[in-house]
């Protein structure tokens, strides 16, 4: 869990995420996944902290991130992320973002 809280301002100040991580992929054959929910408040961070995979970086965002991996050797896996997201609903309706990245990792 994390949480950030802008003392400057009086609304829209705060941003948190919660989530689960089940198993490791350190093994050939292992898998782990993850679930994570954000919701960052649009005045409670600076734009240039926030992460740019969810809701294209813009505060005044929420969203779900699901990842998986998969060890398929020693030095290799493959991995997935999937992110479900939206932004600007303070003073507007939202706009959907949504985003997937596929990966293959190597280890020397």
Known sequence: MEWAHNTRVAIADTAYSV????????????????????????????GVLTDSDL????????????????????????AATLIFSEYGGLNASPTDFDRVMLDVEFGF
């Not at 989530?19 to 600076?46: F, I, Y």
């Open 19 to 46: 989530g689960v991580n089940v198993g490791k992929a350190d093994q050939p054959g292992t898998a782990e996944w993850s679930w994570e929910w954000r919701d960052t408040e649009a005045d409670a961070l600076v």
């Open 55 to 78: 809701a294209d970086g813009h505060t005044d965002s929420r969203g779900h991130v699901l990842k998986g991996s998969y060890r398929l050797s020693g030095h290799m896996s493959i």
